[in-house]
Every structure is written in structure tokens, then in C-alpha cells.
């Protein structure tokens, strides 16, 4: 139920449960890791089967536990680590604990016709440890407890003047301008690359003198 297809530097994992919603078991989320940390180019593109995304964990499995498991932090972890631009290509709805793999990717674009929630409260679960920060980072508190606290469900366009979602792109075209998003990036040096993702996430480059360092006159 994920497929993994490298081309020219990119990987592109796809989430095929499409009768299911996308949804994510145990299972699938080892083989996410897996595909994810084994990342052998220059860029990895994360997308999904069918009109959703991901409708987050396997209502059966979360009752039995996967709702809490480490697996879900694990993955955003190799995500966010990952020396690759990741590019998030939401062909539909993002829900729940899918919500951390994306919120860990470098850059998100998404069809029109997408929507954004993360019920776990309603559930009676907390999100996973780093998924509040993360949204906090790209939407903002007030936003962020929108979705967490206030249970709102956000659309697409609402999601792009939020930060959340970088750009919109009608359904056949959206594959396309995710594998145009990582050229500049596969065709990289990889030092170069991970040195730029790097000081993205605040991480202290040798060699690159720091923002506030005193500079020449």
C-alpha cells in the first residue's frame, strides 16, 4: 500500500489505500520510514491515490494503540532530517497523523479542493510531540490552535493565505509541478543542498558566517 518509484533523483513515495482513504496502519508507516531514510537523490515527493491525501491512522489500529505510537514521530523525524528536498503533493485531504510527515516537509502544494483538520482532540488523543510546533511555525499560535483547539476544518485556499500550503495546483497538473519543484535541487550539489537545508532549520553551517556576526564595512 506504498509505492516507491525513483527517477532521475527523485523519489516519489505514494500512499495507495485509496478505498480506505488513505488511511495509514502500522504497516504502512515502517514502509514509510523505510522509504523515506533509504532516500537515494537529490529530492522525495510524498503524494496519495485517489481525492484524499490521507485520512490519518486506521480507525481499527488507533483504537488498538496506534493512535500513540512512536511510529508517527519517527516518521516526520526522517522527514524533516532528510538531506533530500521534500515536497508534500496533497491531492486531497490531509487529517489526523498524516498531518506530521507533511508538516515536516521543506515545501506543500495541494489541489484545490483540499481540506485541512487534525480531530485528535475530538478523539481523545494529543497530537504527536512535534506536529504543534511545527504548525505554530508555518500558521502562526492563534492559527494553530484553530485547527488543534478549535477543531476547524480549513480549505485549501484558507490553508495558502495561512502559510500552511505553499501553492495550488489543479489535479492533472499536480505531480508535474511537484517533480519542477525539485530540478533545481536534484541537479544540486549535494553538500550544497543539505548545507541549505541546514541553516533553514537554524543549524550552524562551518564555514557560513552566522546572520548577526559583525560584517565588514
Same mark, same amino acid.
Not at 154 to 173: F, K, N, Q, Y
Given at each position: ?71 508517527? +514521530?519517527? $516518521?516526520?523525524?526522517?522527514? !524533516? ?6 515536497? *508534500? &503533493?496533497?491531492?486531497? @485531504?490531509? /487529517? =489526523? ?74 489535479? +492533472?497538473? $499536480?505531480?508535474?509541478?511537484? !517533480? ?6 536534484? *541537479? &544540486?550539489?549535494?553538500? @550544497?543542498? /543539505? =548545507? ?22
Amino acid at each position: 500500500m506504498i509505492h516507491v518509484s525513483d527517477e532521475g533523483g527523485l523519489r516519489t513515495i505514494t500512499i495507495a489505500r485509496p478505498d480506505k482513504a488513505n488511511s495509514l496502519t502500522s504497516e504502512m508507516l515502517e514502509a514509510l520510514i523505510e522509504a523515506v531514510e533509504e532516500a537515494p537523490g537529490g529530492a522525495l515527493m510524498i503524494t496519495g491515490e485517489g481525492k484524499v491525501f490521507s485520512a490519518g491512522a486506521d480507525l481499527d489500529e488507533a483504537k488498538a494503540g496506534l493512535a500513540t505510537s512512536p511510529l508517527w +514521530e519517527r $516518521l516526520s523525524h526522517a522527514v !524533516a532530517e532528510s538531506d533530500a528536498l521534500t515536497v *508534500a &503533493a496533497l491531492n486531497g @485531504t490531509l /487529517a =489526523g497523523g498524516a498531518f506530521g510527515m507533511v508538516l515536516a516537509c521543506d515545501l506543500r502544494i495541494a489541489v484545490p479542493g483540499a481540506k485541512f483538520f487534525y480531530p485528535v482532540m475530538q478523539l481523545g488523543y494529543l497530537p504527536q510531540p512535534s506536529d504543534p510546533a511545527r504548525l505554530t511555525a508555518l500558521v502562526g499560535r492563534g492559527r494553530a490552535r484553530m485547527i488543534l483547539l478549535a477543531a476547524q476544518k480549513i480549505a485549501a485556499d484558507e490553508a495558502v493565505a495561512w502559510g500552511l500550503v505553499d501553492r495550488l495546483v489543479e489535479p +492533472e497538473s $499536480l505531480i508535474g509541478e511537484a !517533480a519542477a519543484l525539485c530540478e533545481a535541487a536534484i *541537479a &544540486a550539489e549535494p553538500k @550544497t543542498r /543539505a =548545507g541549505i537545508k541546514a541553516m533553514c532549520r537554524g543549524v550552524t553551517v562551518p564555514g557560513v558566517i552566522s546572520a548577526d556576526a559583525d560584517l565588514p564595512s
